[in-house]
């Protein structure tokens, strides 16, 4: 049977401006990961449903009264919807489940329920998070990095899908990685146009792309 840690005090903030949800016992903050000033990291949001395939990588804190902070661990309650992967929650289907905060020898410090859901659309962001809403124009040896946003309908989602990147014509222009799981940074290499395409699942969602001299 596992015990229950209630200390006096609340949450410490993980550090100033973070985005997470606070836990029931509100003893502990679940927050996404984001480089400070990273206007492209898709986890700075509030912690919304994360997108069915993706992978949310939180940072957890707690105050526990008259101790040191504990090392503290991720369980979920329901691992056929959610499962805790190397410190990542990743989810596998749509509904809800609790996720536990928990120290080494069980006790659970607190707990968040988290949501999943589908992907029904996707859009494109550059990294300062203007909306693509047509053509990009480039010249040769420009770039410019797109960031997939994942929806529920009107609902964004969160978490790092493994979506997949293609161009119509790869001799105009290249799709590197940056870095990060779901953003990609693309290099215009010769004059023509070009279709760019991100998909998630089944849902996807194309800029065209015209490189000049």
Do not use: Y
Not at 97 to 122: K, M, N, Q
């Amino acid at each position: 049977m596992r015990s229950l840690l209630i200390p006096s005090t609340l949450v410490v903030p993980l550090f100033g401006g973070a985005c997470g949800a606070q836990g029931a016992l509100r003893q502990a903050t679940l927050a996404g990961q984001c480089a400070e000033g990273d206007a492209a990291c898709s986890r700075r949001h509030a912690l919304a449903p994360i997108a069915v395939g993706a992978r949310f990588h939180p940072e957890i804190s707690a105050d526990l009264a008259g101790t040191s902070t504990p090392t503290l661990r991720l369980e979920s309650a329901a691992s056929d919807i959610l499962a805790i992967e190397d410190g990542a929650i990743r989810a596998k289907h749509p509904g809800a489940s609790a996720v536990l905060i928990t120290t080494d020898d069980g006790s659970v410090v607190d707990f968040v329920h988290v949501w999943v859901a589908p992907i029904t659309r996707i859009t494109l962001s550059r990294r300062d998070g203007d909306r693509v809403g047509g053509a990009i124009g480039l010249t040769v040896g420009e770039d410019v990095t797109l960031v997939p946003a994942l929806w529920n309908d009107a609902q964004r989602l969160t978490g790092e899908a493994d979506a997949v990147w293609t161009a119509s014509d790869d001799g105009a222009v290249s799709v590197l990685r940056d870095g990060s799981a779901d953003r990609r940074r693309i290099r215009a290499r010769a004059p023509g146009k070009t279709t760019v395409t991100v998909a998630a699942g089944d849902v996807q969602a194309s800029v065209e792309i015209e490189v000049v001299p």
